[in-house]
């Protein structure tokens, strides 16, 4: 099956820590995207990346950082830096930095205490 | 900055009936997508219409887009319970920008 594949499905982690959610993709896109939700609220994003070893910020960059070492990976590390880290975020890809139709993952729900 | 806003934020109707939401948007589009969040889950991808297109079809649902006005709806007919989820709309510039996602709508279908 293709798809993309996010893990943990939930996540908890302790202020003060570091933590790194993972986003793999089988789908052979070159285009990925990081998006942060909070409760009742639409897709904010965090980070994307249109090819391997390059990446750009989006809206709400501060705070966390990723890697583009490999096609199908796009990890996220939310650091100690971003104020209100619990959200639940969600990881999504395109075939190309210029196609439109999205392809989500299921998303991980972080809660830091 | 989120450039489309859905209207209503929340509704219910009874199984069978159609559900109406719309999308409105600031700026020039190349085209509107919508999308379908399940609670808890990721969105998926329903129905894209370009900016030169006043309508489409698929399946139960129909799309609208009024460039004019700045604003698409989408019509789910005969709803059934399983449509019950949260709906964004998604606006995308064109020419490598960014793809922006609205505020969404929760419809809630009663058995």
């Known amino acids: 099956d293709g798809g993309i594949t996010q893990s943990p499905k939930y996540l908890f982690r302790k202020e003060g820590q570091n933590v790194t959610l993972s986003c793999e993709q089988n789908?052979?896109?070159?285009?990925m995207y990081w998006y942060r939700q909070d409760p009742g609220q639409g897709l904010r994003l965090i980070y994307y990346?249109?090819?391997?070893?390059?990446?750009q910020k989006g809206d709400i960059a501060e705070g966390y950082s990723v890697s583009r070492e490999k096609k199908e990976s796009f990890p996220l590390t939310v650091t100690s830096a971003q104020k209100n880290p619990t959200a639940f975020y969600l990881c999504?890809?395109?075939?190309?930095?210029?196609?439109?139709?999205?392809?989500f993952g299921p998303g991980t729900r972080l809660t830091v205490t | 900055s989120q450039q489309g806003e859905e209207d209503p934020q929340a509704l219910s109707i009874q199984e069978g009936e159609n559900a109406t939401m719309n999308c409105s948007y600031k700026?020039?589009?190349?085209?509107l997508q919508w999308y379908r969040q399940n609670s808890g889950r990721g969105l998926v991808h329903l129905i894209l219409?370009?900016?030169?297109?006043r309508e489409k079809h698929s399946g139960r649902l129909r799309v609208t887009l009024d460039t004019s006005k700045k604003s698409s709806s989408l019509l789910i007919t005969a709803s059934r319970a399983a449509d019950t989820a949260s709906y964004f709309c998604?606006?995308?510039?064109?020419?490598?920008?960014?793809?922006?996602f609205g505020t969404g709508t929760k419809l809630q279908v009663i058995p």
């Open positions: 999504a890809s395109t075939p190309g930095a210029g196609a439109s139709e999205q392809y």
């Open positions: 789908l052979n896109h070159d285009a």
């Open positions: 990346s249109q090819i391997v070893n390059d990446f």
């Open positions: 700026t020039s589009i190349n085209n």
């Open positions: 219409i370009r900016s030169n297109e």
């Open positions: 998604a606006t995308d510039p064109g020419g490598y920008q960014k793809v922006t």
